[in-house]
């Protein structure tokens, strides 16, 4: 059985699309289509369910890849190490949140580029990043959300504490116990700062916090934490915020923590790659390296 029909149903298997394969392997999808064909002559049996959008594997394809995935892998990592030592020089493509990828997670990878890893960062949101990834554009994505599918694999990062915060002026104005007597109804006559006109951060919060859903609408948007904090620091109003963005301000007292809920709302980070592609020295080496730093970061 040749081994490049297999390298491609495998792939076929994992994307669940023949178009979605064929540009992870460099090739046409009429080519994947034809190659999955002759293999499904070989073997004599069907191996996908063609649907109107993407393929479904049969029990046959489950039971193939099941036993075939493994030791492709396996292969791709025995070439990809000679290789990679031959060189000396692997790329990794990052993707993920501005703030996080910028704060935390390009800071820890630096550490790999003596060991002959150079870096290429793109930011955007969950949604983007995982299409990015599984597009082939980036080796490894940051997000907020868990892949769906066999395609992507994902492993839980870290957990990110929100703070509702005001500059110091605004802060001064909310009664001390007021929140907890009243509610986010004491802080109505504050303006608020977000990432969106959605109000995501805002919003997770009044969920998590007061089981309601913010009354007042956003005053100044600018899609980046880290635009965000600075605003509100400068006295904009009030904003939730990941802890670990700002702490240094808490701390000089540049900005108030307004409560402090006995739970407070978390998000999860998820480190996700293509599933097979850890088989690549350079990948697994920066996904061990996260997830060693991250550790201290919940």
Not at 66 to 72: E, T, V
Not at 130 to 158: K, M, S
Not at 174 to 202: N, Q
Request: hydrophobic share 45%; glycine share 8%; aromatic share 6%.
């Amino acid at each position: 059985m040749d081994l490049a029909l297999l390298r491609t149903f495998v792939t076929v298997h994992r994307a669940g699309s023949f178009t979605r394969a064929a540009a992870l392997l460099g090739l046409s999808q009429p080519a994947v289509t034809s190659q999955i064909r002759t293999l499904e002559r070989q073997l004599g049996r069907p191996l996908f369910l063609r649907q109107a959008r993407g393929v479904t594997p049969t029990t046959v394809g489950d039971e193939l890849a099941q036993r075939a995935a493994p030791h492709l892998d396996a292969l791709v990592e025995i070439a990809e190490s000679g290789s990679y030592e031959d060189s000396g020089v692997r790329t990794l493509h990052l993707a993920g949140p501005p703030e996080f990828t910028s704060l935390r997670a390009l800071p820890t990878l630096t550490s790999l580029i003596p060991q002959g890893i150079a870096l290429r960062a793109s930011f955007g949101n969950a949604e983007e990043t995982l299409e990015g990834l599984a597009a082939g554009h980036h080796d490894l994505a940051i997000a907020t959300a868990r892949p769906r599918g066999r395609l992507l694999c994902a492993t839980p990062l870290c957990d990110e504490e929100h703070v509702l915060v005001a500059g110091v002026r605004w802060a001064s104005r909310v009664a001390p116990g007021a929140l907890r007597r009243g509610g986010p109804g004491a802080l109505e006559h504050i303006p608020v700062v977000e990432v969106h006109e959605s109000l995501p951060f805002v919003s997770r919060y009044w969920a998590a916090v007061f089981d309601t859903k913010p009354a007042a609408a956003g005053t100044v948007i600018a899609p980046d934490l880290r635009a965000v904090m600075e605003t509100v620091t400068a006295g904009a109003g009030l904003a939730v915020l990941p802890r670990y963005l700002c702490e240094g301000t808490l701390e000089r007292g540049e900005l108030v923590a307004l409560l402090d809920p006995p739970v407070p709302p978390l998000r999860t980070y998820f480190l996700a790659v293509r599933t097979g592609t850890l088989a690549l020295p350079h990948i697994a080496r920066a996904q061990e390296w996260l997830l060693r730093a991250a550790v201290d970061w919940s």
